[in-house]
């Protein structure tokens, strides 16, 4: 007898969401406009739409000339990786998820660097290299600048082609005069 409740409490669970699905569908989602939703409401001109693409083509030019040169840029960095280190800690996908993992300890983002470093786990990567790339980064702590997303990158980038670079030496303290109370 309970299973029929149990059944009953279910199918009627189920025709209310079906309802309530057939009435979300029925009412119209926007203003006065429930079928064309990928229409464009600009009241504009054809003159004036035609011309629109040819002004932002110049950014969009801008743009990929930027992304060209990031993407050569992150090119040569994968291969310099590769030239410099032997074994698979060289490897692109392990550069790029070693580099990834160190950042995000350095950000103390832990959840997301630990998912990261499984994935850099079942690539096959040297684990280690994590480990040394992240103590050169925090001996060389007092040279990246908290404002500059670039700093980071470069000086992890640097750690990871050569973890042992030596560290960084510390700001230099300012000489204290001797006083004299007259």
Same mark, same amino acid.
């Given at each position: 007898?309970?299973?029929?409740?149990?059944?009953?409490?279910? #199918?009627?669970?189920?025709?209310? %969401?079906?309802?309530?699905?057939?009435?979300?569908?029925?009412? !119209? @989602?926007?203003?006065?406009?429930? =079928?064309?939703?990928?229409?464009?409401?600009?009241?504009? !001109? /054809?003159?004036?739409?035609?011309?629109?693409?040819?002004? #932002?083509?110049?950014?969009?030019?801008? *743009?990929?000339?930027?992304? #060209?040169?990031?993407?050569?840029?992150? @090119?040569?960095?994968?291969?310099? &990786?590769?030239?410099?280190?032997?074994?698979?800690?060289?490897? +692109?996908?392990?550069?790029?998820? #070693?580099?990834?993992?160190?950042? %995000?300890?350095?950000? *103390?983002?832990?959840?997301?660097?630990?998912?990261?470093?499984?994935?850099?786990?079942?690539?096959?990567? !040297?684990?280690? $290299? @994590?480990?040394?790339?992240?103590?050169?980064?925090?001996? $060389? &702590?007092?040279? =990246? *600048?908290?404002?500059?997303?670039?700093?980071?990158?470069?000086?992890?980038? &640097?750690?990871? @082609?050569?973890?042992?670079?030596? /560290?960084? +030496? !510390?700001?230099?303290?300012?000489?204290?005069?001797?006083?004299?109370?007259?």
């Amino acid at each position: 007898m309970s299973y029929r409740v149990l059944n009953f409490a279910a #199918g009627s669970c189920a025709a209310r %969401l079906c309802a309530v699905l057939w009435l979300l569908a029925a009412a !119209p @989602i926007g203003p006065g406009n429930s =079928i064309a939703l990928a229409q464009n409401n600009d009241a504009k !001109p /054809a003159d004036q739409q035609s011309t629109a693409p040819k002004e #932002g083509s110049k950014d969009a030019a801008k *743009d990929s000339a930027k992304d #060209g040169t990031k993407e050569t840029q992150k @090119i040569d960095e994968f291969t310099e &990786a590769q030239r410099v280190l032997n074994g698979p800690a060289g490897n +692109p996908e392990c550069v790029w998820l #070693g580099r990834r993992v160190v950042s %995000l300890l350095w950000r *103390d983002d832990l959840d997301t660097a630990f998912r990261h470093l499984d994935l850099y786990d079942r690539f096959g990567c !040297p684990s280690g $290299h @994590i480990q040394v790339t992240f103590r050169c980064l925090v001996l $060389h &702590a007092n040279t =990246i *600048d908290p404002k500059a997303a670039d700093s980071l990158n470069g000086r992890v980038h &640097a750690c990871w @082609i050569s973890p042992a670079l030596p /560290a960084a +030496p !510390p700001p230099a303290a300012a000489a204290q005069n001797p006083t004299t109370t007259r």
